[in-house]
């Protein structure tokens, strides 16, 4: 075996004995899952209308007679709105009877608005590495000579590769993971008994996170002082 093909082994070795010595728990994935990410209002009405399904089954399954539902209002904000109205239309589409006027009953649902600091990718490190025989292609290309037919189409299979591997690591959903996120609770509650509770999680975009932040309350206008009153006085001379 000549020197070059010492070096490796070497390297090898060396992060090895290293790896040796910690003293704390590796850090693991956890396994493969997916998430959604929402993109658009019709992704907020596939959410409220699952919302409102599973709260329509639970007010049919309670065992006594329930007063119609009340939706509570949530803070401003362009989210909340929105699913406010398209999570009222999909409760009624189920049959839930929902009522105008605050009463014992409500549907109550909060969002928080998640976005890591960490700069810590989100994709495989090593994606080739799980290729199996795709990784020949990549290796196969600096080891052998080529004729430029041969380099276009092993540039083209490898441009197919990527995409495939990206695809496989995140999703066809546009920009894959991202490091923001939103949680969406809703709540059935009667006076202080929670009846039914569910919690989404999404992928959002960065530059839409603020859809999904409640606007601070206006400013109240300061009111104009009154102008005092004014008399005029004529001076009458002697």
């Given amino acids: 075996m000549n020197q070059a093909c010492w070096i ?13 010595t910690l003293d704390v728990p590796r850090a693991d994935n956890y396994e493969a899952s997916s998430q959604k990410k929402a993109r658009s209002v019709q992704h907020w009405d596939v959410l409220a209308d699952d919302v409102a399904k599973r709260i329509a089954d ?9 007063p119609p539902v009340y939706l509570v209002q949530a803070p401003a ?11 009222l239309t999909r409760l009624v589409n189920h049959g839930a009877i929902v ?35 795709g990784v020949s292609v990549a290796r196969d290309l600096f080891t052998y000579a080529h004729s430029t037919t041969s380099y276009v189409g092993s ?22 993971p991202t490091r923001t996120e939103v949680l969406i609770t809703t709540s059935l509650e009667r006076e202080d008994t929670f009846l039914a509770r569910t919690a989404d999680v999404y992928y959002i975009e960065r ?10 309350p206006a400013a109240p206008v ?8 004014t008399r005029n006085w004529k001076v009458v001379g002697p």
Wanted: charged share 15%.
């Fill in 8 to 20: 490796p082994l070497l390297l090898a070795g060396a992060l090895l004995g290293g790896c040796s």
């Fill in 99 to 133: 009522t105008r006027q605050p009463g014992p009953l409500v549907v109550r649902f909060e969002t928080q608005l998640v976005e890591h600091g960490s700069q810590v990718g989100n994709a495989n490190p090593t994606p080739l590495v799980g290729l199996g025989g």
């Fill in 222 to 229: 300061a009111a104009v002082p009154a102008t005092p009153p």
């Fill in 155 to 176: 540039v083209l299979g490898l441009a197919a590769l990527g995409d495939a591997t990206r695809i496989a690591l995140d999703g066809r959903a546009a920009g894959g």
């Fill in 58 to 66: 639970k007010i049919r399954s309670y065992p006594m007679a329930l």
């Fill in 77 to 87: 904000g362009s989210f909340n709105q929105g699913f406010r109205e398209l999570l």
């Fill in 207 to 216: 530059d839409d996170s603020s859809l999904y932040v409640p606007k601070p």
